[in-house]
């Protein structure tokens, strides 16, 4: 294709990209204006690839789609976390940039052990003291606090590995 046929395709097709990358970014005007653009680049450096068998805005809507998944997963692996506060004085706080840490977190702990989860909970989420988490659970302390403890170890490890947290 010509640069005037892109051209073409970018101003007519441009408001309806946008709007489909609005709807992806939840309305943040200014993320979907950048990713639109990189959208567009993509489009063009790869327009050799296009051969027609779909319209032009399912082409472009593919595209916009990967666009927009990529930025998030580099966002996810960007984010900082300011402090994950994991000590016993203070267990029941976790502190972040940002508010996907909690929902992670939940959802590396249905990955672990009962037991491990519950634990974890307890002590992360209801700073509840080891001598409370034995009783609850039927474990010596001793035993709560060596599940505590391996417990955030893997769930640090995971956050790390397979959310992009660096911790």
Known sequence: MTDTTFDEIYSSHYLYVRKF?????????????????????????????FEGNSRVETWLCSIAQN????????E?????????QMTDENAGYIMQEG???????????????????KVLTYRLFHNTPYAEISKL???????????YHR??????EILEKEY???I
């Open 76 to 84: 996810k692996k960007h984010r900082r976390i300011k402090e994950i």
């Open 137 to 147: 659970l039927g474990v010596s302390e001793s035993s709560a606090k060596v599940i």
């Open 21 to 49: 990358l609005l709807r992806l970014c939840k309305g943040n005007e200014h993320m979907a204006d950048d990713l639109t653009q990189e959208t567009f680049f993509q489009a063009y450096i790869s327009i050799h690839r």
């Open 99 to 117: 508010h996907y840490l909690e929902h992670d977190v939940m959802l590396v702990l249905k990955q672990l052990p009962q037991l491990t989860a």
């Open 151 to 156: 417990g955030r170890i893997k769930l640090k």
């Open 164 to 166: 992009g947290y660096e």
């Open 67 to 74: 666009v927009f998944l990529v930025s998030v997963r580099k």
